[in-house]
Protein backbone atom coordinates (compact mmCIF):
# COMPACT_ATOMS: atom_id res chain seq x y z
CA UNK A 1 0.00 0.00 0.00
CA UNK A 2 1.65 3.45 -1.12
CA UNK A 3 1.37 5.65 2.12
CA UNK A 4 1.15 9.55 1.96
CA UNK A 5 3.51 11.59 0.33
CA UNK A 6 6.04 13.91 2.02
CA UNK A 7 4.34 16.85 3.02
CA UNK A 8 5.62 19.95 0.91
CA UNK A 9 5.61 21.82 4.02
CA UNK A 10 8.16 20.26 5.22
CA UNK A 11 11.21 21.16 2.90
CA UNK A 12 13.60 19.22 1.00
CA UNK A 13 16.71 17.22 2.60
CA UNK A 14 19.81 19.65 1.56
CA UNK A 15 22.27 16.79 0.41
CA UNK A 16 25.93 18.75 0.36
CA UNK A 17 28.87 17.71 -1.37
CA UNK A 18 32.18 19.55 -1.89
CA UNK A 19 35.00 17.38 -2.45
CA UNK A 20 35.69 13.64 -4.27
CA UNK A 21 35.60 11.68 -1.28
CA UNK A 22 32.05 13.01 -0.73
CA UNK A 23 30.76 12.40 -4.19
CA UNK A 24 31.32 8.49 -3.19
CA UNK A 25 29.49 8.55 -0.40
CA UNK A 26 26.59 10.96 -1.73
CA UNK A 27 25.82 8.73 -4.82
CA UNK A 28 23.98 6.26 -2.73
CA UNK A 29 21.96 8.47 -0.22
CA UNK A 30 20.71 10.18 -2.97
CA UNK A 31 18.95 7.01 -4.65
CA UNK A 32 17.84 5.72 -1.51
CA UNK A 33 15.86 8.68 -0.29
CA UNK A 34 14.19 8.79 -3.97
CA UNK A 35 13.58 5.02 -3.31
CA UNK A 36 12.33 5.58 0.17
CA UNK A 37 8.67 4.94 0.43
CA UNK A 38 7.67 7.75 0.80
CA UNK A 39 10.23 9.64 -1.37
CA UNK A 40 12.38 12.03 0.78
CA UNK A 41 12.64 15.16 -1.20
CA UNK A 42 16.50 16.05 -1.96
CA UNK A 43 18.62 18.93 -3.57
CA UNK A 44 22.02 18.37 -4.49
CA UNK A 45 24.27 21.46 -3.14
CA UNK A 46 27.90 21.36 -4.70
CA UNK A 47 30.41 23.86 -2.35
CA UNK A 48 32.62 24.07 -5.12
CA UNK A 49 35.26 22.87 -2.95
CA UNK A 50 36.55 20.48 -5.97
CA UNK A 51 36.03 21.48 -9.75
CA UNK A 52 38.29 20.06 -12.24
CA UNK A 53 37.22 17.72 -14.90
CA UNK A 54 39.59 15.52 -13.31
CA UNK A 55 38.22 15.96 -9.54
CA UNK A 56 34.67 16.55 -10.25
CA UNK A 57 33.00 15.91 -13.11
CA UNK A 58 34.46 12.48 -13.89
CA UNK A 59 33.38 11.00 -10.78
CA UNK A 60 29.77 12.73 -11.24
CA UNK A 61 29.49 10.63 -14.39
CA UNK A 62 30.58 7.50 -12.96
CA UNK A 63 28.78 7.84 -9.95
CA UNK A 64 25.69 8.85 -11.93
CA UNK A 65 25.14 11.58 -9.87
CA UNK A 66 22.97 14.17 -10.84
CA UNK A 67 23.86 17.55 -12.01
CA UNK A 68 23.75 19.77 -8.46
CA UNK A 69 20.83 22.07 -7.99
CA UNK A 70 22.53 24.50 -6.40
CA UNK A 71 27.04 25.10 -6.63
CA UNK A 72 28.26 27.62 -4.38
CA UNK A 73 31.40 27.57 -6.41
CA UNK A 74 34.40 28.40 -3.58
CA UNK A 75 36.88 26.80 -4.83
CA UNK A 76 40.70 26.66 -4.04
CA UNK A 77 41.62 28.58 -0.94
CA UNK A 78 43.31 28.57 2.46
CA UNK A 79 41.14 26.67 5.14
CA UNK A 80 40.06 29.64 6.49
CA UNK A 81 38.93 31.13 3.28
CA UNK A 82 37.61 28.11 1.70
CA UNK A 83 35.50 27.54 5.18
CA UNK A 84 34.52 31.20 5.33
CA UNK A 85 33.20 31.30 1.77
CA UNK A 86 31.12 28.41 1.75
CA UNK A 87 29.55 29.68 4.45
CA UNK A 88 28.69 32.58 3.58
CA UNK A 89 27.47 31.41 0.24
CA UNK A 90 25.67 28.54 1.79
CA UNK A 91 23.37 30.89 4.00
CA UNK A 92 21.39 31.93 1.45
CA UNK A 93 20.48 28.89 0.16
CA UNK A 94 19.23 27.56 3.61
CA UNK A 95 16.88 30.64 3.62
CA UNK A 96 15.55 29.77 0.08
CA UNK A 97 14.93 26.39 0.37
CA UNK A 98 13.79 25.83 4.20
CA UNK A 99 15.06 22.51 4.20
CA UNK A 100 13.47 19.98 6.39
CA UNK A 101 17.22 19.13 7.07
CA UNK A 102 20.93 19.38 5.99
CA UNK A 103 22.92 15.73 4.89
CA UNK A 104 26.50 16.53 4.91
CA UNK A 105 29.31 13.26 4.83
CA UNK A 106 32.79 12.53 5.89
CA UNK A 107 35.23 15.17 7.11
CA UNK A 108 36.45 17.89 4.24
CA UNK A 109 36.05 21.82 5.02
CA UNK A 110 32.53 21.74 3.11
CA UNK A 111 31.51 19.20 6.00
CA UNK A 112 32.10 21.79 8.77
CA UNK A 113 31.09 24.91 6.78
CA UNK A 114 27.68 23.72 6.28
CA UNK A 115 26.93 22.16 9.53
CA UNK A 116 27.61 25.35 11.29
CA UNK A 117 25.75 27.44 9.00
CA UNK A 118 22.83 24.98 9.47
CA UNK A 119 22.84 24.58 13.14
CA UNK A 120 23.08 28.26 14.37
CA UNK A 121 20.07 28.97 12.34
CA UNK A 122 17.93 25.74 13.99
CA UNK A 123 17.79 23.71 10.61
CA UNK A 124 18.86 19.57 11.71
CA UNK A 125 22.03 18.02 10.48
CA UNK A 126 22.85 14.60 9.91
CA UNK A 127 26.45 13.94 9.59
CA UNK A 128 27.09 10.69 7.84
CA UNK A 129 30.54 8.91 8.51
CA UNK A 130 30.41 10.60 11.95
CA UNK A 131 32.60 9.30 14.58
CA UNK A 132 35.85 8.42 12.71
CA UNK A 133 38.65 10.00 15.36
CA UNK A 134 42.77 9.73 14.19
CA UNK A 135 43.76 11.51 17.33
CA UNK A 136 46.10 13.92 15.54
CA UNK A 137 44.00 17.06 15.46
CA UNK A 138 47.23 18.29 13.39
CA UNK A 139 44.93 16.71 10.22
CA UNK A 140 42.30 19.61 9.13
CA UNK A 141 39.71 17.00 8.82
CA UNK A 142 40.11 15.19 12.50
CA UNK A 143 38.89 19.10 13.55
CA UNK A 144 36.53 19.11 10.93
CA UNK A 145 35.30 15.61 12.49
CA UNK A 146 35.25 16.71 16.11
CA UNK A 147 33.37 19.95 15.43
CA UNK A 148 30.65 18.74 12.90
CA UNK A 149 29.79 15.77 15.00
CA UNK A 150 29.37 18.15 18.48
CA UNK A 151 27.02 20.26 16.56
CA UNK A 152 25.30 17.67 14.07
CA UNK A 153 22.08 16.23 15.11
CA UNK A 154 21.89 12.39 13.80
CA UNK A 155 25.51 10.84 13.28
CA UNK A 156 25.74 8.13 10.98
CA UNK A 157 28.67 5.62 11.84
CA UNK A 158 30.48 2.96 9.74
CA UNK A 159 31.95 0.94 12.56
CA UNK A 160 31.25 0.60 16.26
CA UNK A 161 34.66 2.18 17.03
CA UNK A 162 32.99 5.39 16.08
CA UNK A 163 29.69 5.12 18.53
CA UNK A 164 32.77 4.67 21.43
CA UNK A 165 34.80 7.65 20.41
CA UNK A 166 31.54 9.73 20.16
CA UNK A 167 30.49 8.78 23.59
CA UNK A 168 33.89 9.58 24.38
CA UNK A 169 33.17 13.14 23.90
CA UNK A 170 30.00 13.47 25.49
CA UNK A 171 27.67 13.12 22.85
CA UNK A 172 24.68 11.18 23.89
CA UNK A 173 24.17 8.02 22.51
CA UNK A 174 20.51 8.48 20.96
CA UNK A 175 22.06 10.99 18.33
CA UNK A 176 24.32 8.22 17.19
CA UNK A 177 23.54 5.19 14.81
CA UNK A 178 25.36 2.37 13.34
CA UNK A 179 24.44 2.23 9.88
CA UNK A 180 27.33 0.69 8.27
CA UNK A 181 29.40 2.26 4.78
CA UNK A 182 27.85 3.92 2.14
CA UNK A 183 31.07 4.14 0.20
CA UNK A 184 31.04 0.32 0.11
CA UNK A 185 27.83 0.54 -1.18
CA UNK A 186 28.78 3.05 -4.17
CA UNK A 187 31.83 0.39 -4.08
CA UNK A 188 29.43 -2.92 -4.48
CA UNK A 189 26.71 -1.39 -6.56
CA UNK A 190 29.30 -0.57 -9.02
CA UNK A 191 31.91 -3.21 -9.09
CA UNK A 192 31.15 -4.58 -12.24
CA UNK A 193 31.30 -1.68 -13.97
CA UNK A 194 34.79 -0.72 -13.13
CA UNK A 195 37.32 -0.24 -16.03
CA UNK A 196 40.10 -2.60 -16.29
CA UNK A 197 43.36 -1.32 -15.20
CA UNK A 198 45.07 -1.82 -19.03
CA UNK A 199 42.20 0.53 -20.21
CA UNK A 200 42.49 3.13 -17.64
CA UNK A 201 46.72 2.82 -18.44
CA UNK A 202 45.75 3.43 -22.16
CA UNK A 203 43.96 6.45 -21.50
CA UNK A 204 46.55 7.89 -19.63
CA UNK A 205 48.81 7.46 -22.82
CA UNK A 206 50.86 4.62 -21.16
CA UNK A 207 52.67 2.39 -23.03
CA UNK A 208 51.89 -1.45 -22.20
CA UNK A 209 54.31 -3.00 -24.19
CA UNK A 210 56.89 -1.13 -21.99
CA UNK A 211 54.94 -0.96 -18.73
CA UNK A 212 54.11 -4.45 -17.93
CA UNK A 213 51.24 -5.42 -15.62
CA UNK A 214 50.75 -8.95 -15.83
CA UNK A 215 53.21 -9.64 -13.29
CA UNK A 216 51.09 -7.64 -10.88
CA UNK A 217 51.49 -4.20 -10.10
CA UNK A 218 50.99 -1.34 -7.23
CA UNK A 219 48.58 1.33 -6.74
CA UNK A 220 49.50 4.51 -5.46
CA UNK A 221 47.91 7.85 -4.31
CA UNK A 222 49.52 10.37 -2.01
CA UNK A 223 48.03 13.59 -1.12
CA UNK A 224 47.62 13.83 2.81
CA UNK A 225 49.57 18.11 3.59
CA UNK A 226 52.04 15.92 5.29
CA UNK A 227 52.86 13.75 3.18
CA UNK A 228 53.05 16.47 0.04
CA UNK A 229 53.48 19.86 0.90
CA UNK A 230 57.20 19.48 2.67
CA UNK A 231 60.18 18.37 0.58
CA UNK A 232 61.57 16.92 3.75
CA UNK A 233 58.01 14.14 3.71
CA UNK A 234 57.63 13.79 0.21
CA UNK A 235 61.61 13.46 -0.86
CA UNK A 236 62.09 10.37 1.36
CA UNK A 237 58.61 9.40 -0.50
CA UNK A 238 59.08 9.31 -3.61
CA UNK A 239 62.70 7.52 -3.38
CA UNK A 240 61.23 4.66 -1.47
CA UNK A 241 57.94 4.47 -4.05
CA UNK A 242 61.58 4.11 -6.32
CA UNK A 243 63.07 1.70 -4.66
CA UNK A 244 59.31 -0.11 -4.50
CA UNK A 245 58.92 0.03 -8.25
CA UNK A 246 62.25 -2.33 -9.16
CA UNK A 247 60.35 -4.72 -7.15
CA UNK A 248 56.74 -4.50 -8.68
CA UNK A 249 55.62 -1.68 -11.20
CA UNK A 250 53.78 1.24 -9.58
CA UNK A 251 50.57 2.75 -11.34
CA UNK A 252 50.87 6.41 -9.81
CA UNK A 253 47.33 8.54 -9.98
CA UNK A 254 48.47 12.19 -8.94
CA UNK A 255 46.61 14.44 -7.15
CA UNK A 256 47.06 17.99 -7.90
CA UNK A 257 48.26 19.26 -4.83
CA UNK A 258 51.19 16.60 -5.34
CA UNK A 259 51.67 17.24 -8.66
CA UNK A 260 52.15 20.88 -8.04
CA UNK A 261 54.99 20.30 -5.18
CA UNK A 262 56.64 17.56 -6.98
CA UNK A 263 57.45 20.36 -9.56
CA UNK A 264 57.91 23.13 -6.70
CA UNK A 265 60.69 20.91 -4.94
CA UNK A 266 62.17 19.42 -8.39
CA UNK A 267 61.54 16.17 -7.36
CA UNK A 268 60.40 15.29 -11.01
CA UNK A 269 63.66 13.22 -11.59
CA UNK A 270 62.27 10.66 -8.34
CA UNK A 271 59.13 9.62 -10.51
CA UNK A 272 61.13 9.44 -14.31
CA UNK A 273 61.00 5.22 -14.40
CA UNK A 274 59.79 3.00 -16.71
CA UNK A 275 58.33 0.87 -13.65
CA UNK A 276 56.21 3.96 -12.50
CA UNK A 277 53.02 5.42 -14.33
CA UNK A 278 51.68 8.65 -13.58
CA UNK A 279 48.02 9.33 -14.31
CA UNK A 280 45.76 12.06 -13.85
CA UNK A 281 43.46 11.62 -11.00
CA UNK A 282 41.23 8.76 -11.81
CA UNK A 283 37.54 8.26 -12.48
CA UNK A 284 35.76 6.11 -9.79
CA UNK A 285 35.11 3.15 -12.02
CA UNK A 286 38.57 3.42 -13.06
CA UNK A 287 40.23 3.40 -10.15
CA UNK A 288 38.19 0.95 -8.84
CA UNK A 289 39.13 -1.39 -11.59
CA UNK A 290 42.79 -0.06 -10.47
CA UNK A 291 42.60 -1.19 -6.76
CA UNK A 292 40.90 -4.93 -7.16
CA UNK A 293 43.00 -5.82 -9.67
CA UNK A 294 45.98 -4.72 -8.41
CA UNK A 295 48.84 -6.54 -5.55
CA UNK A 296 48.66 -4.12 -3.67
CA UNK A 297 47.64 -0.37 -3.11
CA UNK A 298 50.07 2.51 -1.33
CA UNK A 299 47.73 5.70 -0.62
CA UNK A 300 47.52 7.79 2.32
CA UNK A 301 43.97 8.59 1.26
CA UNK A 302 40.85 7.66 4.07
CA UNK A 303 38.72 5.90 1.68
CA UNK A 304 40.95 3.45 -0.05
CA UNK A 305 41.56 2.51 3.63
CA UNK A 306 37.87 1.36 3.31
CA UNK A 307 37.71 0.03 -0.26
CA UNK A 308 40.89 -1.91 -0.44
CA UNK A 309 39.25 -4.09 2.67
CA UNK A 310 35.95 -4.65 0.74
CA UNK A 311 38.24 -5.66 -2.33
CA UNK A 312 40.74 -7.87 -0.65
CA UNK A 313 43.54 -6.44 -1.70
CA UNK A 314 46.23 -5.40 0.74
CA UNK A 315 46.38 -1.77 2.13
CA UNK A 316 49.72 -0.01 3.10
CA UNK A 317 48.90 3.42 4.62
CA UNK A 318 51.55 5.93 4.85
CA UNK A 319 50.70 7.40 7.71
CA UNK A 320 51.07 7.36 11.39
CA UNK A 321 47.45 6.66 12.55
CA UNK A 322 44.19 5.78 11.02
CA UNK A 323 40.45 7.44 12.13
CA UNK A 324 39.33 3.70 10.03
CA UNK A 325 40.63 0.79 12.58
CA UNK A 326 38.13 -1.66 11.14
CA UNK A 327 40.41 -1.60 8.59
CA UNK A 328 43.46 -2.87 10.38
CA UNK A 329 41.96 -5.08 12.78
CA UNK A 330 39.73 -6.75 10.29
CA UNK A 331 40.77 -5.65 7.05
CA UNK A 332 43.68 -5.83 4.99
CA UNK A 333 45.23 -2.49 5.68
CA UNK A 334 48.71 -2.14 7.44
CA UNK A 335 49.90 1.55 8.63
CA UNK A 336 53.62 1.91 7.66
CA UNK A 337 53.57 5.97 7.93
CA UNK A 338 56.78 7.51 6.19
CA UNK A 339 59.21 4.77 7.69
CA UNK A 340 61.10 3.91 4.22
CA UNK A 341 62.53 0.42 5.97
CA UNK A 342 58.84 -0.43 7.26
CA UNK A 343 57.53 0.17 3.66
CA UNK A 344 59.89 -1.85 1.53
CA UNK A 345 59.61 -5.00 4.47
CA UNK A 346 55.90 -4.77 4.02
CA UNK A 347 55.83 -4.82 0.54
CA UNK A 348 58.35 -7.66 0.46
CA UNK A 349 56.23 -9.58 2.31
CA UNK A 350 53.21 -8.89 0.52
CA UNK A 351 54.98 -10.19 -2.66
CA UNK A 352 56.13 -13.23 -0.92
CA UNK A 353 52.64 -13.93 -0.25
CA UNK A 354 52.15 -13.06 3.40
CA UNK A 355 49.70 -10.09 2.64
CA UNK A 356 46.66 -9.34 4.82
CA UNK A 357 43.65 -11.03 3.56
CA UNK A 358 40.91 -10.01 6.11
CA UNK A 359 37.51 -10.06 6.25
CA UNK A 360 34.44 -7.55 4.97
CA UNK A 361 33.81 -5.72 7.98
CA UNK A 362 29.71 -5.94 9.77
CA UNK A 363 26.94 -3.77 7.77
CA UNK A 364 29.51 -3.41 4.77
CA UNK A 365 27.00 -4.71 3.03
CA UNK A 366 25.61 -2.36 0.09
CA UNK A 367 22.60 -0.68 2.47
CA UNK A 368 24.04 1.68 4.57
CA UNK A 369 22.41 4.14 2.60
CA UNK A 370 18.61 2.32 2.64
CA UNK A 371 18.98 2.13 6.60
CA UNK A 372 20.06 5.75 6.36
CA UNK A 373 17.06 6.87 4.30
CA UNK A 374 14.60 4.94 6.45
CA UNK A 375 16.03 6.40 9.62
CA UNK A 376 16.26 10.01 8.78
CA UNK A 377 12.64 10.07 7.01
CA UNK A 378 10.96 8.34 10.45
CA UNK A 379 13.29 11.08 12.55
CA UNK A 380 11.99 13.86 10.27
CA UNK A 381 8.31 12.56 10.32
CA UNK A 382 8.20 12.05 14.01
CA UNK A 383 10.64 15.92 14.32
CA UNK A 384 7.84 17.64 11.98
CA UNK A 385 4.55 16.19 14.05
CA UNK A 386 6.15 17.41 17.04
CA UNK A 387 6.47 20.66 15.33
CA UNK A 388 2.87 20.22 13.62
CA UNK A 389 1.25 20.08 17.63
CA UNK A 390 3.53 22.94 19.31
C1 LIG B 1 40.52 17.76 0.24
C2 LIG B 1 40.10 17.37 1.66
C3 LIG B 1 40.69 16.01 2.00
C4 LIG B 1 40.34 14.98 0.95
C5 LIG B 1 40.78 15.50 -0.41
C6 LIG B 1 40.48 14.54 -1.53
C7 LIG B 1 39.84 19.21 3.29
C8 LIG B 1 40.45 19.85 4.46
N1 LIG B 1 40.61 18.32 2.65
O1 LIG B 1 41.93 17.90 0.23
O2 LIG B 1 40.15 15.59 3.25
O3 LIG B 1 40.98 13.77 1.26
O4 LIG B 1 40.11 16.74 -0.65
O5 LIG B 1 41.04 15.02 -2.72
O6 LIG B 1 38.71 19.48 2.98
N2 LIG B 1 42.86 21.49 -6.76
C9 LIG B 1 42.77 21.39 -8.12
N3 LIG B 1 41.56 21.05 -8.65
C10 LIG B 1 40.46 20.81 -7.90
C11 LIG B 1 40.58 20.93 -6.50
C12 LIG B 1 41.79 21.26 -5.95
O7 LIG B 1 43.73 21.60 -8.83
O8 LIG B 1 39.40 20.49 -8.45
C13 LIG B 1 44.18 21.83 -6.18
C14 LIG B 1 44.29 23.28 -5.81
O9 LIG B 1 45.58 23.69 -6.07
C15 LIG B 1 44.06 23.28 -4.32
C16 LIG B 1 44.63 21.94 -3.92
O10 LIG B 1 44.36 21.07 -5.02
O11 LIG B 1 44.65 24.34 -3.69
C17 LIG B 1 44.05 21.38 -2.67
O12 LIG B 1 42.64 21.31 -2.75
P1 LIG B 1 41.75 21.37 -1.40
O13 LIG B 1 40.32 21.19 -1.72
O14 LIG B 1 42.13 22.57 -0.59
O15 LIG B 1 42.27 20.16 -0.57
P2 LIG B 1 42.66 18.66 -0.97
O16 LIG B 1 44.12 18.50 -0.77
O17 LIG B 1 42.08 18.25 -2.28
Redesign the pocket.
Known amino acids: MKRDPWPSAHGPVLCVV ?4 NFTKMAPILRALAAHDPVVPALLVHTG ?4 AD ?2 DRLFVDLKLPLPDINLEVG ?1 GT ?1 AV ?1 TAEVMRRFEPVLDAHSPSCVLVVG ?4 TLACTLVAVKKGVPVAHVEAGLRSFDRSM ?2 EI ?1 RVLTDQIADLLYTTERVALANLAQEGVDASRAHFVGNVMIDSLLANRKLAIPPEESLRRGGIDLTAFDIAQGYGVVTL ?1 R ?1 SNVDHEAALGPLLAVLREVSERLPLVFAL ?3 TR ?1 NIERFALTAHMSSKRIAILPPQGYLEMLGLMAGATLVLTD ?2 GMQEETTALGVPCLTMRENTERPITIEQGTNTLVGRDVDAIVREVDAILAGKGKRGRVPELWDGRAAERIAAHLAGWLARRHARMDTE
Not at 18 to 21: C, E, H, I, S, T
Not at 49 to 52: F, K, L, R, V
Open positions: GARPQHYDMNSHQDVNSPENHPHPRTSG
